[in-house]
């Protein structure tokens, strides 16, 4: 969302939270700060919470009326009594964060740092971002927070909204902010540059500095917070002492309890992550693998599809997915690591049982999963469609890729693209899979037609599909216009890869018939189907007159 707001080619951009209502003041601040000729600036806010006991705030809230579009209900209100009314009753919600961000664009960052990929919502975000704009010293950072008077309005006793300090999310960002920035090499008294301070005084906005001790309304914000606790120079403000314990935001706590030995637990991340009807999209990968899935995440998050889940090969992947804030945890496949895991070995074949280990793990746990390979470019959502088979009913990709033969037959059924329910003969036939292939010196994916089709596909039903016999499960191959893999009508070859699965109909595209890792991201980018930038660790993402924008979702 940063990233996003920093292409932006106006005079001055503006990121604010969308609870908090901005009072007309606004146009009167950012042009003082603009006056103030400073070159490069970055303006910050916080905002005062009000109960919803007033009638004329509760209809401000009624009819939701924020930012600009409110200054004619405030002139209808009278702007004088609603000042007062905020002055009076109004508490400063320092356990909330900054919740306006104004800066001029210019080649100038907002900060020196490289921005964690933060999970929205999750906490973290925005003392982590305030704290490296005053520590990188780039811009003069300005706090209006008294100068704009912005609220927020609590209805029903409702309280600040603060992360709940018990979830992986949570944790995961606590653990970003730990290990990214000027957090991680200079705690705890980081820089001692002074932080600007705007306030009204009589008709008139004063301006003055703050050193890094300074109880600024931003920097009670910051991480600054927990190691600062001198009394204001600007002057005693009338905020009272933080107490963030009844929304169980503790920034101190969390940094400082967490540690590399910390897990994730499955069960836990599934209530998470999944889907209302307990369907979760799964893959396992390794840290050799990493930005393709990376790619692959970017790409589910443009889909907005979120019940995602990452099963972690070996340790170095573990580490990373958690650095990324993804929901990830560990296989149960005993590896530390996978580095000697190249396609064929005798490690490679391994190591991918534990794909369909960790599908029946999850299975029985009662939820359906669709899996799916890092090298599954996904056009669209599946999920919908794949579900409209049915129970008992298990719809995989075909690998299959002459157009003039039968795409279920021998060998052909690929385990890198299915969708599993969460039903008996699904789970009976997935602990036969796992049984075959712990005997077999082969990778899992024979397993899966040998049981399912049976060997030589004396199982078969008819061109598309085969039954198990004692379970009943029907396996159902995909439409290869609509599900192609990596060899079917040489797309990968087209001159227009996207325009020619568009064309076809492609839900989505294995980027499998490829040897090599590095190949297939050649293949990938040069196709303009990759969707992550390994060096800022963002995912890629063009927005309107802004090409070479880059955002993680």
């Keep these: 969302m940063v990233a996003r707001a920093r292409s932006a080619s106006s005079g001055v951009v503006v990121l604010v939270d969308p609870d908090v209502v901005l009072p007309p003041s606004l146009t009167k601040v950012l042009s003082h700060v603009r006056s103030l000729q400073h070159r490069h600036w970055l303006m910050v806010a916080t905002s005062k919470t009000l109960p919803g006991s007033s009638l004329a705030i509760d209809k401000l809230h009624q009819v939701r009326i924020f930012f600009f579009s409110m200054v004619s209900f405030f002139s209808d209100l009278n702007l004088m009594k609603v000042e007062d009314y905020v002055s009076k009753n109004g508490r400063w919600s320092e356990c909330g964060g900054v919740k306006l961000w104004a800066w001029n664009p210019s080649q100038v960052p907002l900060h020196a740092g490289v921005l964690p990929p ?58 970003l902010a730990r290990t990214y920035g000027s957090y991680a090499f200079k705690p705890p008294h980081f820089s001692n540059q002074p932080v600007a301070r705007l306030f009204p005084c009589g008709s008139q906005l ?4 703050c050193d890094a001790g300074g109880r600024s309304q931003a920097l009670m914000t910051s991480f600054r917070r927990y190691v600062h606790e001198s009394e204001s120079s600007c002057g005693k403000l009338s905020a009272p002492q933080l107490d963030c314990s009844s929304s169980q935001h503790q920034v101190s706590g969390n940094l ?27 893959t396992v990968v390794s840290h050799s693998y990493r930005d393709m899935l990376m790619s692959w995440v970017c790409r589910l998050r443009h889909l907005n599809v979120t019940n995602y889940l990452v099963a972690t090969i070996d340790k170095e992947m573990y580490q990373f997915g958690i650095l990324q804030g993804l929901p990830v945890f560990r296989t149960e496949s005993g590896r530390s ?32 999963v669709l899996f799916s390979d890092v090298d599954v470019y996904w056009f669209s959502s599946p999920i919908q469609e794949l579900m ?8 995989a990709q075909t690998d299959e890729y002459n ?28 602990r036969k899979i796992v049984k075959h292939a712990a005997k077999s010196k082969l990778s899992e994916q024979p397993s899966f037609y040998d049981v399912l089709c049976g060997e030589d596909g004396k199982h078969r039903k008819g061109n598309s599909s085969c039954v198990e016999p004692e379970t009943n499960l029907t396996v159902e191959f995909l439409d290869r216009w609509r599900y192609p893999n990596g060899a079917y009508k040489l797309i990968w070859d087209s001159k ?58």
């Design 388 to 395: 409209a088979f049915g129970l008992g009913v298990l719809a």
């Design 403 to 430: 157009e003039k033969e039968a795409v279920n037959l021998p060998r052909r059924l690929n385990s890198g693209f299915y969708f599993a329910w969460s039903d008996n003969a699904t789970i009976v036939s997935f």
């Design 206 to 209: 004063c301006h003055q500095s």
């Design 337 to 368: 690591d996978s580095k000697d895991c190249t396609f064929g070995s005798s490690c490679f074949k391994t190591v991918t049982k534990s794909k369909s280990r960790t599908v029946l793990r999850i299975l029985e746990l009662g939820y359906s």
């Design 496 to 553: 227009d890869v996207r325009g020619t699965c568009q064309r076809l109909g492609c839900v989505i595209l294995h980027n499998n018939w490829k040897t090599g890792h590095q190949q297939k991201i050649e293949r990938q980018t040069r196709a303009g189907l990759w969707e992550y930038d390994p060096e800022t660790r963002m995912c890629s993402r063009a927005w309107k007159n802004h090409e070479n924008s880059k955002h993680f979702y």
């Design 118 to 175: 933060f999970r929205y919502g999750a906490g973290f975000h925005n003392q982590w971002m305030l704290n490296e704009a005053i520590a990188s010293e780039l811009r003069v950072v300005i706090d209006v927070s008294e100068a704009l008077g912005a609220f927020q309005i609590l209805l029903n006793n409702d309280t600040i909204q603060a992360p709940p300090s018990s979830t992986w999310e949570v944790d995961a960002n606590a653990r």
């Design 256 to 282: 400082s309890s967490i540690t590399s030995g910390y897990s994730y637990q499955l069960e836990s991340l599934l209530l998470k992550v999944s889907s209302p009807d307990k369907v979760v999209v799964l």
